[in-house]
T-cell receptor
Framework: DTGVSQNPRHKITKRGQNVTFRCDPI?????LYWYRQTLGQGPEFLTY????????KSRLLSDRFSAERPKGSFSTLEIQRTEQGDSAMYLC?????????FGPGTRLTVL | GQNIDQPTEMTATEGAIVQINCTYQ??????LFWYQQHAGEAPTFLSY????GLEEKGRFSSFLSRSKGYSYLLLKELQMKDSASYLC?????????FGKGNQVVVIP
């Protein structure tokens, strides 16, 4: 257990539905990252926050994806109108210094 | 952008030594990380190199050559629990770009 928690751990949804995931980072870490990982691939960067400010977004993050970190603590990642290609593991990481600590991930399956 | 290359899979015997290589091309470089990932679990940090040379941490060592765009992770005295995927990640600014990972299978 790294101290980063994510909920839910698993989510199954039908195509076209909206889903929201939550990440609770290690409390004193001010940087929070979202990644997506598919089978046989390494994690792909989606976006990151420093405190409540969203500083960078990947081109992978289409308009259907939005992330927030309203109080600089927990973060949410919402996917609207899910597509089957969104099926993946969504990983959150928080960082202090050089090391990023990953949460257990939320596995999304879109039917 | 980044281009990170790792071999895909290797098998080794318990007690042996394995070396996992990573080559990269990047327009910016803020360090190179190695992570271990067991199936269905999150990646866990193993090592960080930002300067050329060898960093040793217990049974794991990591080497970096910035001029060659090359790193390796050395696993000594392999144990069954070392069966996992080993991910190389290049830091560019504040983001990490990961390779596909190298699956290591340890057999008795």
């Amino acid at each position: 257990d790294t101290g980063v928690s994510q909920n839910p751990r698993h989510k199954i949804t039908k195509r076209g539905q909206n889903v929201t995931f939550r990440c609770d980072p290690i409390s004193e870490h001010n940087r929070l990252y979202w990644y997506r990982q598919t089978l046989g691939q390494g994690p792909e960067f989606l976006t990151y926050f420093q405190n409540e400010a969203q500083l960078e977004k990947s081109r992978l993050l289409s308009d259907r994806f939005s992330a927030e970190r309203p109080k600089g603590s927990f973060s949410t990642l919402e996917i609207q109108r899910t597509e089957q290609g969104d099926s993946a593991m969504y990983l959150c990481a928080s960082r202090q210094g050089n090391e990023q600590f990953f949460g257990p991930g939320t596995r999304l399956t879109v039917l | 952008g980044q281009n990170i290359d790792q071999p895909t899979e290797m098998t080794a015997t318990e007690g042996a030594i394995v070396q996992i290589n990573c080559t990269y091309q990047t327009s910016g470089f803020n360090g190179l990380f190695w992570y271990q990932q067991h199936a269905g679990e999150a990646p866990t940090f193993l090592s960080y190199n930002v300067l050329d040379g060898l960093e040793e941490k217990g049974r794991f060592s990591s080497f970096l050559s910035r001029s060659k765009g090359y790193s390796y992770l050395l696993l000594k005295e392999l144990q069954m629990k070392d069966s996992a995927s080993y991910l190389c990640a290049v830091a560019r600014g504040d983001r990490l770009a990961f390779g596909k990972g190298n699956q290591v299978v340890v057999i008795p």
